[in-house]
């Protein structure tokens, strides 16, 4: 059969993580509680930070902007998902279907490239601490962020231009709760091939570069705390960075293993449960994490609902 005589495809079908109706309503709530937990606590980390002069340093600068990321990570996928537990029909235009995929790459790629930045942050105020503020000024910092959406952007506009040359005929259910493009290519028509090398190039390139940067900051952090002999330094030294290194882990494992492994390895499962933690439960995680483990946020948390308790 010629391409011409093909049906092309103009939505697809996401089939979600249940199709037992029960399931999909305790799912509705189960993930409406998630996502509005993840926006009240990145919204309030954003609000603590912007009210408290105690907080305009270079680490709660980029924060602040992971925080407002990980809100646009988590709206991107989970308001469609809520609404499709509730639809009898669970569609999505091949247009939105792409345009949700960019805008995901988009702020994943962004999320990556921040923890970079605050990894170097980290490093300059523990292995250079005297030239901290030269190394750390506000005009780097804008600099920093601006190159992380810049580089993103290209990331994920480059994964972008592939899939709108591939052709959809027919099956058109993605066995997924959103558009992702690993599952996407399976439902291709057209070769692949070509988008299969930039996806895992890609990935590899943007991947490695942000966590290489992560890795050789750390590596510096780790041995100049090592050289602090008081074991009270070394325990304040460490703690400073213990919050960002447990950010990078869950972002870092779960989205590396989704976008670099083989095709022939994946699975329905294995694929939701790694999406549902790096796209979902990461930009809840986050705020909590760096707030639990964060003495100065705490602080700064108490004296902003202290005033306001004392107003009311």
């Known amino acids: 059969m010629t391409m011409k005589n093909q049906t092309t495809v103009t939505e697809f079908i996401l089939l979600g993580l249940s199709s037992d109706p029960q399931m999909q309503i305790l799912l509705f709530f189960v993930f409406l509680v998630i996502y509005l937990i993840t926006l009240g606590s990145n919204i309030v980390i954003m609000a603590v930070i912007r009210a408290d002069s105690h907080l305009h340093t270079p680490m709660y600068f980029f924060l602040f902007h ?94 972008t231009v592939f899939a709108l040359k591939l052709h959809f005929c027919g099956p058109n ?50 041995s100049t705390i090592l050289k602090i002999r008081s074991a009270v330094g070394r325990r304040k030294a460490f703690s400073t960075c213990s919050s960002h290194l447990i950010v990078v882990g869950l972002l870092y494992v779960t989205g590396f293993l989704q976008y670099t492994k083989p095709s022939s390895v994946s699975s329905v499962v294995l694929d939701e449960i790694l999406s549902i933690q790096y796209s979902i439960l990461t930009p809840m995680l986050n705020p909590i994490v760096y707030t639990l483990k964060n003495k100065e946020m705490k602080t700064a948390l108490r004296n902003i609902l202290g005033k306001f308790w004392f107003l009311n």
């Open 173 to 222: 259910q993605i066995s997924h709760f959103s558009c992702e493009l690993p599952p996407l290519l399976q439902l291709s028509c057209t070769d692949t091939l070509t988008n299969q090398v930039v996806l895992h190039t890609s990935a590899l390139v943007f991947g490695l570069s942000s966590f290489l940067l992560i890795l050789i900051s750390y590596i510096h952090i780790i």
């Open 66 to 159: 992971l925080s407002f990321v990980d809100i646009c990570n988590s709206s991107i996928m989970v308001p469609k998902m809520l609404m499709n537990f509730l639809a009898e029909h669970k569609t999505i235009s091949v247009n939105g279907c792409i345009a949700q995929i960019f805008l995901f790459i988009l702020s994943g790629g962004n999320e990556a490239f921040i923890l970079s930045a605050m990894a170097y942050d980290r490093y300059a105020a523990i292995c250079d601490p005297l030239h901290y503020m030269q190394t750390m000024s506000k005009g780097i910092c804008v600099q920093l962020v601006t190159g992380a959406w810049i580089t993103s952007f290209f990331y994920a506009l480059l994964n």
